[in-house]
């Protein structure tokens, strides 16, 4: 059977430096007009004193990093450009690179840049519409039931095993709506250890909205139980919780608090219990006190929203969600 043909003047051509950064999460400061800088994130990086050694032309579309272990552990390559790159995080060749890369292109039609931080890239289009859905998605997959999702939750949001083709295959898609109800991606979780644990579409910007939100709108109440990812979500809503959304991460943009101060008048932050949890529910609440009224569950150390029980989850919650009501029962 011949290998797969790879246009990689075509890809090259439409996906730029300032998409791969904002596809794998990397922040870098601007030092220059179209120049960027901070910390190397390639896995062949193994120094602890290099904080400042990648750097990111998105004029040329290049990238190189100058730390001599990492170099070292690239035999000799300083650098190089977007299918470089992609190799190097996801330890691939280049041709398998430029590949997915392409597959990413034909599954979601989308282009751009997106980033956690809004400073940290130039500005990007919004996330549009996807022209398609996906199809023939399990939702009776043993993942699913393995992390305590009922196959009717499941369905409800569209979640579930994809054997199709393209950069999402042999993973457990997850469906991304905006505000309004309309489908701008699928996130897709892998089974098993492969990195990287969660893929994204090149181009999503997942600062600009919150998981779930549309639907919490939908249910017409004013307070909102807001977690970090979409296992928690699923959680919380089974468990009688509809007034739920995720930040898909643990930092809030200032788009995403304008969305809350427009639609919610209270929100009960339930992030995950580990450091990062912690710190991010002190900063987050910080930020929303200006604007609505703000609650904060505390969980056991090292725990998480999507490992509790619906009891526990009511316990919780039921102190908190005056104007939700607790699951029957």
Known sequence: MPAEWVDFKGVRGRVSMETVLAHYDIRLRRVG???????????????????????????????????????AARAGRVGGNVFGFVAEMERCSVREAALRLQHSLEENQTSG???????????????????????????????????????????????????????????????????????????GRAIGPTKPKYRLPAGFRKSHLLFNLHRAIEKGRRTLILVEGFFDTFKIHQAGYPNVAALMGSQLSGRQATLLGTYFDQVVLMLDADLAGKAATAVIGNALRSILVVQTVELAAGTQPDGLTPEEINQHLGGFCHDVPAPDG
């Open 113 to 187: 840049a997106t980033s956690g931080d809004d400073e940290s890239v130039p500005c990007a289009p919004e996330n549009r519409p996807l022209p398609f859905t996906l199809r023939n998605i399990d939702h009776q997959h043993p993942y699913i039931a393995s992390r305590g999702i009922d196959e009717s939750t499941a369905q409800h949001f569209g979640v579930g095993y994809y054997g199709g083709n393209g950069f999402l295959r042999g993973r457990v898609v997850v469906p991304i709506h905006n505000e309004q109800g309309e489908l701008v991606a699928y996130s």
């Open 33 to 71: 007009a179209g120049e960027f800088r901070g910390k190397c994130p390639l896995p062949a990086h193994s120094s602890t004193t290099s904080n400042d050694s990648f750097s990111v032309s998105l004029t040329r579309n290049v990238w190189s990093c100058q730390s001599a272990s990492c170099i």
